[in-house]
C-alpha cells in the first residue's frame, strides 16, 4: 500500500466531511477504507477518492465511508465537570416560552452523551423539562444511539443507583428506560451540510469532534453554531477544543479548562 495518502481521497474526506487526514491516524484510516476498496471492486484508495468526488454526499458508497472513518469512542458522563457546567449555564426554559430546553449534541456516536444529559436532567427532577436530540455523520452509530443498549464499559461511570432506576439490565447489557428515552431523539446528518435555518437549541455540545476538524472548518461550524443557537445559549466543546477567533461572534468563558461560547 502507498505510503503517502490519496490526495484526492484526503482532500474530497475534508470537504465533505470536515475530517482532515491525519498523518498519526494515516494507517487506521487507510485499513478502514480498504474494506470498501475490496468491496466495491476498485483498485486502489485514489480510485475510491476518484469515485467519491462524482458520488452525492447522502448516497449509498459515503454511508459505507461514514461508518468506516467514524470515530465513536465515547461514554456515560464523558468529562463530567464540562458537562455540569454545562448543564447550570442553560436558560431554565426554551427561548420560545413555556416550551421545553432543547439541547443538540453533535457528533453524538452512540448516544451516550444524549443519554447522560438526560439522566442529569432526570436525577435535577426536570426530564420532562427537555427535549435532547443527536446527530451524527455515521449511520451504525446512530443505529446504536437509538437502540439504547450499552455495555459495562459504557456504563462503568453512572453510579450503581441510577443505573439501576434509568436503565434495564438484559444480561450483560443495559438497556436505558423508555421514559429517559422519551425526552432524546437521534438523526443521521453531517452538521457541515444539513442543518436547518428554523432548527433552534438553548444548548449545543460538540466535544471530541472538532479535533479532526482544520481551523477554515471550525471557521465554518462558528457560524453554523451561531445561527442554531438561540439568544441566552451556550456552546460546549471538548477540553482543550478551541474555536478559532475566540469564537466570536460568541462570547467565551473559560474556567479551569471548560470552555463555554455564550450567544447574548
Ligand atoms: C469521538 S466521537 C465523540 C462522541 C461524543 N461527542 C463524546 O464526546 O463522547 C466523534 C463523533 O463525531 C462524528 N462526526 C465527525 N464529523 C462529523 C460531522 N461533520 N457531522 C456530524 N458528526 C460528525 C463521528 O462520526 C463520531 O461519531
Redesign the pocket.
Known sequence: MNRTFPVRLARVLAE????HHDPARHYLLESRLSGLVERFNLDSLESLGILLEKTPADEGLWSHV?DA???????FY??QPGLDRFFSSLPPRSSIGTDPVRIL??????G??VYTLALMAMEAGRLEDFRLAG????FG?IEKARAGVYGQRSVRRVPEDLLRRAFHQEGTHYRVRDRVRSVTRFSR?????VVSPLDSYEGI?????II??DDETRKKLINIFYRLVSPGGVLLT?TGELLPDGGAPFQIESRNGIVLYHKK
Open positions: 465533505v466531511t470536515g475530517i461514514y472513518i467514524s470515530t465513536g469512542e465515547t461514554y464523558r468529562d449534541s453533535v457528533g453524538c456516536s452512540s451516550e452523551e446527530i451524527d455523520l455515521s452509530q446528518g453531517n452538521i457541515l451540510s455540545l460538540c466535544r471530541n469532534v479532526y476538524f471538548g
